[in-house]
């Protein structure tokens, strides 16, 4: 949400942010009913049948990478944000009149439209242009993708493989190989090569050459790939069931727009949205399906050619790994899933309803969501969201560790009094004084950095170091710096500073999660959050104003019962029984079910 508008009341004219009256407790209702009413889409009727059913290409539903694109682009929660936050406006200020001044399209509109039930008038033709403009765009860069992807490949010859690993482009380091130099699972897939026959791990990268923050319109025709094997490179051309979904566009479009149901489901909390919505649906049908087919494509030619026993990848709830998960269902090859990072409780990408995961009663070729057949995560707390909001079957869900975290455990335990020692003298902090770690981004944390400092500063005797996130620079936390408060940049070593910290204080790091592992509590600031079922759990405190993080605080450094309770409940929630061998875990998993699935009669659909 990025709105900022003129209020006049009777106390004058001032220019306010909207974001600046969305309460906790509202953003928390927005993200709940954001997932929500995308989720409902797939059972709106659209010419007599679900959504989910009426959008296939071939046997398959389009719909598992419709919502994807809505949970993505977050105009839907955008929407239910404005919503919350101009009611509250509204409430708190009682205004005669109100103007827009900046912010995005989709803010503009559904504040236009809400403003109008409250009697107050925004310029909505100028966000209703906004929005077509938006559409224009979208448009024009779907051709600009389709006439940049029709350049095709190499046709470079992939070769047969026991296990076919399918990673981001972005995140390989390629003069270390296209095993070894990937960010996320590199140690599990060096592993696996070990320990299969020379040349029996085949690595395709799929993606861009950079991630979508640094991404470029020209990279897709630029730069090398320096030995990696791209799935671009296969040469494969125009499928039927790409040109289809292409050429239908226009009568999707239409079959969407004549849908009544869907028009009352855009009608958000007695708000009419349908111009956000529809914008939305330019965007699935002109960029996110053509772009999913030609993905199905390329993985099911992969496939074809490497013809391995197991696939694997770490994106499986994304685009790409939806896309080689139907794949690899059609051919029967089971898919490896691995947990490369924290699973957020709102994420809609690990969340389906029961149904999701059975066929279409009518369109039984539609078999279900594209899970793993196996997936590997890092702790209990992962396995158990992946039992409970994502319907996974037992079988379906192995704990083996985090690579990472088992990493940064041994290097802090590796420290001796003497190394603890020296680290504090370089951080400036003297031997008898507690240190509190603040893991977090700034943008997450701006509004409760405040009372947190304000804490810490009443509590004199402690010190505070923060932490700047690797995606921000130390500048946004430098106004909080004071006699007991630190700065240190990115850079600073995390094992280090976690080997010398009593207690961690974050919104949502997961640095809080790897601290419990080594027997440092949290307390997580500014509720709710993603750590909150850690709070519920009492495996972190959490509070939120001055006076209670100071609490918080004290009572974690002082009271050895509640810090060993917190300690206690934290390690039960992850698993205390992670052995430190995820590497190992994770490799043996995969060459197991290459084994059991080394006759084709036997392998898991």
């Known amino acids: 949400m990025n709105g900022i508008v003129q209020v006049s009341s009777g106390g004058g004219t001032r220019t306010v942010p909207l974001s600046a009256y969305l309460r906790a407790d509202a953003e928390e209702r927005a993200q709940t009913d954001a997932r929500d009413w995308i989720k409902a889409l797939r059972s709106i009727p659209i010419d007599g049948r679900s959504m ?50 900046s912010g995005d399209a989709v803010t503009h509109w559904v504040a236009c439209a809400r403003a109008s039930r409250h009697g107050l008038r925004l310029e909505c033709e100028a966000a209703a242009a906004e929005l077509r403009t938006l559409e224009r ?21 992939l070769r047969r493989a026991t296990v076919a690993a399918f990673v981001h482009r972005a995140f390989v380091n ?21 320990g299969l026959p020379p040349g029996d791990l085949q690595v395709i990268v799929v ?163 594209p899970r793993p057949a196996l997936t590997l995560v890092f702790d209990r ?95 946004g936390y430098t106004p909080f710096v004071a006699e007991n408060i630190s700065v240190v940049p990115a850079g600073e070593a995390l094992a280090d500073l976690l080997a010398v910290t009593d207690v961690v204080a974050t919104v949502n790091s997961t640095v809080a999660v790897d601290a419990l592992a080594l027997g440092v509590p949290a307390v997580s600031i500014g509720q709710p959050n993603n750590l909150s079922p850690f709070v519920e759990a009492g495996a972190m405190l959490g509070a939120d104003t001055e006076g209670a993080i100071a609490s918080a605080l004290t009572r974690l450094l002082s009271d050895q019962h509640l810090r060993a309770d917190v300690i206690r409940k934290g390690r039960a929630l992850i698993g205390a029984d992670v052995d430190g061998a995820a590497t190992e875990n994770a490799a043996t998993a995969v060459l197991a079910l290459a084994t059991r699935t080394a006759d084709p009669e036997a392998r898991p659909c």
């Open 137 to 157: 765009r979208l448009r024009a860069r779907a051709h600009t993708l389709r006439l940049t992807d029709a350049r095709g490949g190499a046709g470079r010859r």
């Open 381 to 475: 707390y992962a396995e158990q969201h992946l039992r409970m909001r994502a319907h996974f079957p037992p079988e379906a869900i192995k704990v083996v560790g985090s690579a990472e975290r088992d990493a940064l455990i041994a290097t802090a335990r590796s420290l001796t009094s003497a190394d603890r020692a020296s680290l504090r003298r370089h951080l400036g902090v003297a031997s008898d004084r507690p240190i509190v770690l603040c893991a977090t981004k700034f943008t997450e944390a701006r509004d409760v950095l405040p009372a947190l400092s304000g804490a810490i500063r009443a509590l004199p005797h402690v010190h505070m170091i923060i932490k700047a996130h690797p995606a921000e620079t130390t500048d």
């Open 52 to 101: 989910r059913d009426r959008f296939t290409s071939g046997d398959d539903s389009l719909w598992w990478f419709s919502e994807l694109y809505l949970h993505k682009e977050q105009a839907v929660l955008t929407a239910m944000r404005t919503l919350a936050a101009l009611d509250a406006l509204i409430e708190r200020e009682q205004p005669a009149a109100l103007s827009w001044r």
């Open 207 to 369: 993606g861009p050459r950079r991630s979508f923050r640094n991404r470029r319109w020209w990279d897709p025709v630029t730069g090398s790939d320096e030995g990696l094997v791209p799935i671009e490179s296969i040469g494969i051309g125009r499928s039927p069931m790409d040109r289809e979904v292409w050429a239908s566009r226009h009568r999707h479009l239409e079959a969407l727009e004549a849908s009544e149901p869907l028009r009352r489901h855009a009608i958000i909390d007695g708000t009419d949205c349908w111009p956000v919505i529809r914008a939305q649906l330019v965007g699935v049908i002109w960029l996110q399906w053509p772009w999913s087919v030609r993905a199905m494509d390329r993985a099911g030619a992969a496939l074809d050619a490497i013809a391995p026993r197991v696939a694997l990848t770490y994106a499986e709830a994304g685009g790409w790994g939806r896309a080689l998960a139907l794949e690899a269902r059609r051919r029967s090859v089971p898919l490896v899933g691995i947990q490369h990072g924290f699973i957020y409780r709102h994420w809609l990408n690990y969340i389906h309803a029961p149904d999701e995961l059975e066929p279409s009663r009518a369109h039984p070729a539609d078999r279900g969501f």
């Open 174 to 194: 390629a003069p270390e190989g296209a095993a070894a130099g990937e960010r996320y699972i590199g140690r599990v897939l060096t592993a696996i090569e070990s």
